[in-house]
């Protein structure tokens, strides 16, 4: 269904899964960063803080280390060119594709699409209504590809939430015709084991695959238990998507026992998720290479043939990192950047208790040769300013900004805001600018801030779970070349070679 601009429309609200309630109920208190458990991208929005961390808030905010309430600040060298409020589709804003001068943002309600044509005053071109958390999004052609990872009654886009030990219960992937931008058509539907929190294109002539990534957050979902060591891959005929299906279930954690393979978690590794399945995972086709961030696990694997996926390197951080969330490759193909959402999205973990290390990004050499390749690690990076206690704040999805020579990203760290670091020195990162707002409250801790930021032809685009769409304009040498870089389509998960290395260019 089609939404009409009009904010009088009727909306409709994706409730909040119990059991992500019940898991994020935890963080309410002063747990130790340890024990700070991870259910991955909750839409849980609002839990109450201790009055010491209120206290603390509000003293970092009168102080100035913190901006004020709502208030923007960012570096010199970013300029905050636009904003869209949320309007028919009220739920949390989620991730972001990008086909020609258009925009296709996610949300828990459905999808909207953007003109951004004229980037510095975006222009809604439709909203959909089709409940179903998390809507993560992506395009190839005519065609649009949206996630499902909630209990529903049925596949269709006026289904509603329903117990997950519903045996009609129905999680997967839908996907829509979008030749008429103005009006998307919904055209199939693919069941898939444990439903689909995110998914990731492999896009040929003829066909396009899909990897379907979802997990096993607790014994709550009787109808998605461990052994879930695998990903489900799609495959979708461009000329007749009504024909999509699963065609495979690779095994990436294979292993004895009722749990399989992947990290086992606690209590053997205290504060770090088991792994029942992977979150996110990124392709680079020029190179045949994934990259997987499976919970407790990172893993590299070669995807020469898409449809046989095979892991090659797999690392661990028992340390640090608690739950292993999304991947970027370098161009070069010769590092990867793994985020740890520690606290699953919705915990204040920029804030000086929990350190430099933790929630962060962990930086991975590729070292050797094809099928011999291993993940070698070099540093972490985190957000150099500190976040107030009523603030959620992570590493989250963001992307490469093509810069020959460079190794350079922007990405979102929910209230933390927008970073753009660089991480050419894989030892050493640093970074170079920032945007952010001041924490929508003082009082609760209420779910806020960037989900994604990521850069495509010359502007930054960032979708805020509160705030709605922003649009951002970075001027500084070391990210001017990336200006010159225009691209047809992105889906940043499908990463693209960017200077086309192949044919010589």
Partial sequence: MTLSNDPRTRRRRLGAATAAAGLLAALLG??????????????????????????????????????????????????????????????????????????????????????????????????????????????????????????????????????????????????????????PKYVAAVETACGSHTHTLVPERRNVYLYVSSYSPSATYPDCQPPHDGISVIKVPRDAPEKAAVVNFPVLFPGEGPDGGGNPGAPTNPGVSKTTGCHDITVLPSEDLAAGACMGDGILFSIKDPAHPKVIDRVQDNVNFAFWHSATFNQTAKKVVFTDELGGGGAATCNEAVGPNRGADGIYDIVGKGDHRKLVFRGYYKIPRHQADTENCVAHNGSLIPVEGRDLMVQAWYQGGVSVWEFTDSAHPKEIAYFERGPLTTDVLKVGGSWSAYYYNGYIYSNDIAKGFDVLKIRDRRTDQAQRVRMGELNVQTQPDYFDRRSGR
């Fill in 30 to 183: 002063t747990a130790p960063a340890a024990a700070i458990p991870d259910p991955g991208d909750s839409p849980v929005t609002q839990r109450q803080v201790s009055g010491s961390a209120q206290a603390e808030a509000r003293k970092a905010i009168g102080s100035g280390e913190i901006p004020a309430q709502d208030e923007i600040v960012h570096s010199a060298n970013i300029q905050h060119v636009a904003n869209v409020p949320k309007d028919a589709l009220a739920g949390t804003n989620s991730d972001l594709a990008f086909q020609g001068h258009y925009a296709f943002a996610g949300n828990y309600d459905g999808f909207r699409i953007f003109d951004i044509s004229n980037p510095r005053a975006p222009k809604t071109v439709a909203q959909v209504l089709c409940p179903g958390s998390q809507n993560d999004v992506s395009v190839s052609g005519d065609l649009l590809f949206l996630s499902t990872d909630s209990s529903r009654s049925d596949s269709s886009c006026n289904s509603t939430t329903q117990p997950a030990t519903e045996k009609s219960s129905w999680e997967g992937m839908k996907v829509f015709d979008i030749s008429d931008k103005r009006n």
